[in-house]
């Protein structure tokens, strides 16, 4: 599993690091060794890391298969009646056979679908890689440094006059920032325990410093530089990762925990009820940040246009020229649940939203059910919450670092909510 592990830490720092840096090649060379991470996690896996795969992905490894699957089929001939109406249009032109596919652009829609492949497999590598405590803990290292690293970006962009412009469509970085908070208090948590297990006290002051260094450069760029909707989203995260440290702590019984989790749940609902009452029109635009009144009202006609399966996944901008008014300004996704509604239909958004809840219970049953290390599933719980949300509120998780980001910290957490030793 060494090559795997090296090529999983590879594939989560390119993809980032490259990323946040501007370049255009990050995405390419993270899908690449997130390829390679699977390859060799594929020849070197022994029966044990196949039963632990199978426990850990027993909430739904299905979904990933059927996900990837609706993405692929996409891409099937159908008769023109179910295709997108653009090949409709290109048969009355230019003839041919009566078959279009339901994308409207094959080949976006091919990097979507590689994308995605890459996405699962990085989930999946990872959960056979961090079975070890040691490595569990370098890629929590790895993960929670990169984040922070990018929400030092964004805090010096934002505080920057000169960077202020520039830093407005920094969606990723903002994404980032979430995870970092969430998983910096992760390593502070993690410093405690290993102060409490008698580990070297210096070691884990240095290593709760750090977290706690880590936690404050994310808050500041979550909470004083980013919107309302991209803070509330974060504090949701903070809220459920405290909610089962608090359960845990006082080993409160069923009911007791039932009842405070209930509570905590009843309130998420009234801030998301509040949230989405305060603006009008379609409910996927009612979290995003303001936008003029040109560009809404074709991103308005653009909704009310999609069908129930979508116009083909990674085909929004595509999609967007049709509908935008000034040629020279591009449409773009305001929101990543936008995206996946227009790309996917209601249908995929619907069983996107199903499979994130789903994860989210499974960690968090994970996370209440684990003795030591519990942070694991609870850290990966509270980014899956948040990137839940923020995913209404702004494009960051559609750009591959996120995404890539996003599969290895749920993949650490589904690892470790079943793991029951540190070596293996």
């Known amino acids: 599993m060494s090559l795997a592990y090296f090529a999983l830490i590879v594939c989560i720092v390119s993809a980032s690091a490259l990323e946040i840096a501007g370049a255009k090649f990050g995405a390419q060379l993270g899908t690449m060794t997130a390829a390679l991470s699977l390859l060799a996690a594929t020849a070197t896996a022994r029966k044990a890391d196949a039963d632990h795969y199978v426990r850990a992905t027993s909430w739904g490894r299905w979904i990933l298969i059927a996900m990837l699957l609706c993405i692929a089929a996409q891409l099937v001939p159908l008769p023109l009646n179910l295709a997108h109406p653009i090949w409709a249009s290109a048969h009355?032109?230019?003839?041919?056979?009566?078959?279009?596919?339901?994308?409207?652009?094959?080949?976006?829609?091919?990097?979507?679908?590689?994308?995605?492949?890459?996405?699962?497999?990085?989930?999946?590598?990872?959960?056979?890689?961090?079975?070890?405590?040691?490595?569990?803990?370098?890629?929590?290292?790895?993960?929670?440094?990169?984040?922070?690293?990018?929400?030092?970006t964004l805090d010096l962009h934002r505080l920057s006059p000169a960077g202020a412009q520039a830093a407005a469509t920094s969606e990723l970085a903002t994404t980032l920032a979430g995870?970092?908070?969430?998983?910096?208090?992760?390593?502070m948590q993690l410093a405690a325990e290993r102060a409490e297990t008698h580990h070297s006290l210096l070691r884990s002051i240095v290593l709760g410093l750090l977290g706690l260094v880590g936690a404050l450069i994310s808050a500041l760029a979550i909470f004083g530089l980013s919107g309302t909707s991209s803070?509330?989203?974060?504090?949701?995260?903070?809220?459920?990762?405290?909610?089962?440290?608090?359960?845990?702590?006082?080993?409160?019984?069923?009911?007791?925990?039932?009842?405070?989790s209930l509570a905590?749940?009843?309130?998420?609902a009234i801030v998301l009820t509040f949230l989405f009452e305060k603006s009008s029109g379609?409910?996927?635009?009612?979290?995003?940040?303001?936008?003029?009144?040109?560009?809404?009202?074709?991103?308005?006609?653009?909704?009310?246009?999609?069908?129930?399966?979508?116009?083909?996944?990674g085909t929004f901008a595509a999609v967007g020229r049709i509908y935008q008014s000034d040629a020279a300004a591009i449409l773009?996704?305001?929101?990543?649940?936008?995206?996946?509604?227009?790309?996917?239909?209601?249908?995929?958004?619907?069983?996107?939203?199903?499979?994130?809840?789903?994860?989210?219970?499974?960690l968090v049953v994970g996370a209440l059910k684990r003795g030591r290390d519990s942070f694991f599933p609870a850290a990966a719980a509270a980014c899956l919450l948040f990137a839940l949300v923020q995913s209404f509120a702004g494009p960051g998780l559609l750009r591959p670092a996120a995404i890539l980001c996003l599969s290895v910290i749920?993949?650490?957490?589904?690892?470790?909510?079943?793991?029951?030793?540190?070596?293996?």
């Open 264 to 268: 905590a749940l009843i309130g998420a």
């Open 92 to 152: 009355d032109v230019l003839g041919g056979l009566s078959l279009g596919p339901i994308t409207a652009d094959i080949g976006l829609t091919v990097s979507a679908l590689l994308l995605s492949v890459a996405a699962v497999s990085a989930l999946g590598v990872t959960i056979l890689v961090v079975r070890d405590r040691g490595r569990a803990e370098l890629v929590l290292f790895v993960l929670a440094g990169i984040a922070a690293v990018s929400a030092l």
């Open 282 to 313: 379609p409910v996927l635009l009612r979290l995003v940040p303001e936008m003029g009144a040109e560009t809404r009202a074709a991103l308005e006609r653009m909704l009310a246009d999609t069908r129930w399966f979508g116009a083909g996944a």
């Open 332 to 362: 773009t996704a305001p929101s990543a649940a936008t995206a996946v509604f227009a790309e996917m239909g209601w249908l995929g958004l619907a069983a996107l939203i199903a499979a994130s809840l789903l994860a989210l219970v499974r």
């Open 410 to 424: 749920v993949g650490l957490g589904l690892s470790q909510s079943v793991s029951q030793s540190g070596s293996r």
């Open 231 to 260: 803070a509330v989203a974060a504090s949701f995260g903070i809220v459920l990762i405290l909610l089962i440290l608090v359960i845990r702590r006082l080993d409160l019984s069923p009911l007791a925990a039932g009842a405070l």
């Open 179 to 187: 995870f970092g908070l969430v998983l910096n208090l992760a390593i």
